[in-house]
């Protein structure tokens, strides 16, 4: 007798996460090179370089791996290869879900849109923000290393970036709820302030994201026009698994308005604050899953992951402490770009 299928939520990451260890990530991993060939062709139609090229270079570059163009390709192509790497025989995916840019990969990975097109939308998207750089963004961290809930001093924060933001020549706003870190957007004076008045942390906080404009704000308005004007409604259509968005909610198979699917994506997902924190709660609360599968590339995300459980208190999960030994006892969440942990995923 086989043993059950366990129930899993897939989490796509967003930029930032191909980095020097990722380097080689999609001759490592992605599985169809019929469908890597098709992206590349993409690609070249445009006069971008290949993503085989850059996947294959010899060294890793900063200045050119992390830029928007470059980086939400590779990002978008090495999740979807580990999606499509999943052992639908072992795994049962009960839904998807994905951090700021890793909303195109869900929208794929849900069917929602085709692998095609999906890459259309993160490459042309990766591209626009790129060629404007509107602004920037930081991360600094509200919850102490031992992961405990802190309520009080992440709404002192909160008070913080409000203050500067009401000052005449700076905007600041909070891009994305990412667990127990805050990622803070805004222009060069917004975030200049906050870093003058922040308490240095671990001597890396608040620390600045490069090649990264002031994503999730009404900054990027610009970018979000020239995305619709290039991206039409008919690229979107019904997903095959539930899909949970950067408000927290849920878009259902056989059950979803496309248009207001490409309205979103192409609009509130660009300009406003992305709670990434609330769409793991939601997955969480709403489907229970057995696991919560992190896609590659990188490992960064799952810490927010399991800060963001911790957060909703699933499971009696009341910190870090307490998560790891749950995760020792029997894994609860899976970072497939972990070797160690891929093949509870893939079964391989």
């Known amino acids: 007798m086989t043993a059950p299928r366990k129930t899993a939520v897939i989490i796509c990451p967003g930029r930032g996460t ?125 919850l102490g290393d031992d992961w405990r809930p802190d309520s009080a001093r992440k709404a002192q924060l909160s008070t913080i970036v409000a203050e500067i933001d009401g000052r005449a020549d700076c905007v600041l706003a909070l891009s994305i709820n990412l667990g127990g870190m805050l990622v803070l957007a805004g222009n060069e004076a917004g975030l200049k302030a906050f870093e003058e008045t922040a308490e240095p942390i671990h001597g890396r906080f608040p620390m600045r994201l490069g090649n990264h404009a002031a994503f999730h704000t009404h900054l990027q308005r610009p970018v979000a026009e020239k995305g619709r004007a290039k991206l039409p409604p008919d690229l979107f259509g019904q997903p095959v698994l539930p899909m949970i968005d950067g408000r927290g909610a849920i878009w259902w198979p056989h059950a979803s308005d496309t248009e207001a ?23 969480a609360r709403e489907f229970a899953p057995d696991l919560f599968i992190v896609t590659g590339p990188g490992t960064t995300l799952g810490g927010a992951v399991a800060q963001s459980l911790i957060l909703t208190d699933w499971r009696g999960m009341g910190d870090k402490a307490t998560f790891k030994t749950r995760q020792d006892e029997n894994p609860l969440l899976v970072a497939m770009g972990m070797d160690e942990q891929r093949g509870l995923a893939t079964g391989q």
């Open 261 to 283: 699917l490409w309205d979103y994506t192409l609009g509130h997902q660009v300009t406003e604050s992305y709670d990434f924190t609330r769409a793991i709660a939601v997955a």
């Open 18 to 142: 191909y980095n020097k260890a990722e380097l080689g990530y999609l001759s490592r991993y992605f599985p169809d090179a019929g469908l890597l060939a098709a992206f590349d062709a993409q690609r070249g139609a445009e006069g971008q370089e290949t993503l085989t090229a850059l996947d294959g270079a010899e060294r890793f570059s900063l200045a050119g791996h992390t830029r928007g163009d470059n980086a939400s390709g590779l990002i978008f192509v090495a999740t979807l290869g580990d999606f499509l790497s999943i052992n639908r025989e072992i795994i049962d995916v009960v839904a998807v879900t994905g951090n700021s840019m890793g909303w195109y990969s869900a929208l794929t990975c849900a069917g929602a849109v085709s692998p095609k097109d999906g890459f259309s939308i993160a490459n042309t998207m990766g591209t626009l923000m790129q060629e404007a750089l509107i602004g920037g963004q930081l991360v600094y961290p509200f």
